[in-house]
């Protein structure tokens, strides 16, 4: 007889989604995506534009495991006026021996959103520049705040510049990063998060640049994860063309609907983030920009992992 599904609720999930679980699942998860020890289909995605939102839906199963994973992820940008998250979305984890599903992981969007953190903490581990002091965020949402968590507790970074469209919004995070412990600012554009930051993270759905390259100021490292999907775009092309390493999660998939999406750029530029993390650190100073659009890797991974610790 088969067994009953299993409902995994919210507040286990975010009980189980810590750093110390989710950080080493996507690490692991980059690495085997680099490769090719992971069986994915291309993503699915469905666009909305009253009210703007997305879903994404991805799934697929790493080499030798006996399960697989599907993920439904979901953002809607207007919700926080309506007081909801922005994020949303759950995942099934099935066997992979006879195809029954074993699991519901009703996550509300959190392992969609603590495995692009995740991923986030791991890009500036691998390329923080020497001496790296300040994180500089766009945005201002739930990625924006985990990104500004995460990071700073993995690389042991104090300072936090905000930007958001709302200065409000900004202010609204830099005051719960203070309360955690940060010296967070929130400042009135782009401009003036890079020229005081070290490293900078992107995480808006803008379709238009919000940076541009003459006012990068002290900026070595950018970890652009906004754009997802073809159309968005947070970074003039010319910052681009500035970077000695452009760094993708899958090549493939950032040159279709990443950051760097619809640009010729020579293979030689273009190193995957899997490899950088199961190799030697490239040297060389300058600037550093990492294109993340997230991996079914990394959903198969954390889906995994809060399924073998639930049971």
């Known amino acids: 007889m088969r067994e009953p599904l299993r409902v995994v609720g919210p507040d286990a999930i975010r009980a189980m989604a810590t750093p110390d679980l989710v950080i080493p699942a996507v690490r692991q998860a980059l690495i085997d995506h680099a490769r090719g020890r992971v ?6 995605h469905l666009s909305f534009t009253d009210p703007p939102g997305d879903c994404h839906i991805k799934f697929g199963r790493a080499q ?3 399960l697989f994973v599907i993920k439904v992820a979901t953002s809607f940008y207007d ?3 309506r007081g909801l998250a922005s994020s949303d979305g759950l995942m099934l984890v099935l066997s992979a021996q006879t195809g029954a599903p ?9 392992l969609t959103d603590t495995r692009t ?14 001496g790296a002091e300040v994180l500089g965020v766009l945005g201002a949402g739930t990625q924006a705040a985990l990104q500004a968590r995460w990071i700073c507790a993995h690389c042991r970074l104090a300072s936090v510049m905000i930007w958001s469209r709302a200065l409000s919004s900004a202010q609204r995070l830099a005051d719960e990063l203070r309360a955690a412990g940060l010296n967070a600012t929130a400042v009135d554009s782009p401009a003036q998060v890079a020229a005081r930051s070290d490293v900078l993270v992107t995480c808006t759905p803008s379709r238009s640049p919000l940076l541009q390259v003459t006012e990068l100021g002290r900026v070595r ?26 760094v993708c999660d899958d090549i493939g998939n950032c040159l279709d609907h990443g950051e760097i999406q619809g640009r010729d750029i020579p293979k030689a530029r273009l190193r995957t983030l899997g490899d950088v993390l199961d190799s030697a650190r490239p040297g060389g100073a300058g600037l550093t920009v990492v294109d993340l659009t997230g991996l079914p890797a990394q959903d198969i991974a954390v889906g995994t992992a809060i399924y073998r610790r639930s049971t």
């Open 39 to 44: 069986t994915s289909p291309p993503p699915g």
């Open 64 to 66: 030798a495991s006996d």
């Open 79 to 81: 919700n926080p006026r």
């Open 102 to 110: 074993l699991a519901l992981l009703a996550d509300e969007g959190r």
């Open 117 to 130: 953190a995740a991923a986030g903490a791991l890009a500036v581990e691998a390329f923080m520049p020497g």
């Open 221 to 246: 490292l950018i970890v652009a994860m906004g754009a997802d999907t073809p159309g968005k775009r947070e970074l003039e092309s010319a910052v681009i063309d500035l970077a000695d390493w452009i």
